[in-house]
C-alpha cells in the first residue's frame, strides 16, 4: 500500500503563485506517473499534469505554460504560475504504475481569488 501526503495548497491572489508537493510513503520501484488533477464544485475531475519516472511530462490544455511540474523519485511537485479564479478547485495528487495500481491522495484546496 502507498500514501500520498499532500502539501502546498491555500489562498492566493489572481496572477500569483503557488507551489503543491506530493510525497508516496515509500519508493516506487515500478514503472510510474505521478501526476496532478484538480476538481471545481460542479465540475468534472480533470488533468492539471502528469509525470512519468523517465521524466516524461503532459499537461493539460488549460495550464500549459503557466504550470510545470517535475519529480524526484517519489516526489512530485507542481509549480503553479499566473493563477486565474479559474484554478480555484481541489487538487490531488495521483500515482499509476504499470501494473494498474492507482492511489490518491486526500486533495487539497487551491482558492485563487483578490
Known amino acids: 500500500q502507498v500514501q500520498l501526503v499532500e502539501s502546498g495548497g491555500g489562498l492566493v491572489q489572481p496572477g500569483g503563485s503557488l507551489r503543491l508537493s506530493c510525497a508516496a510513503s515509500r519508493s516506487i520501484y515500478n514503472l510510474n506517473t505521478m501526476g496532478w488533477y484538480r476538481q471545481a464544485p460542479g465540475k468534472e475531475r480533470e488533468l492539471v499534469a502528469e509525470?512519468?519516472?523517465?521524466?516524461v511530462t503532459n499537461y493539460g490544455g488549460s495550464v500549459k505554460g503557466r504550470f510545470s511540474i517535475s519529480r524526484d523519485g517519489a516526489k512530485a511537485n507542481l509549480q503553479m504560475d499566473s493563477l486565474k479564479p479559474e484554478d480555484t478547485a481541489v487538487y490531488s495528487c495521483?500515482?499509476?504504475?504499470?501494473?494498474?495500481?492507482?492511489?490518491w491522495g486526500q486533495g487539497t484546496q487551491v482558492t485563487v481569488s483578490s
Open positions: 495521483n500515482l499509476r504504475l504499470d501494473t494498474g495500481q492507482e492511489y
Open positions: 509525470i512519468t519516472r523517465g521524466g
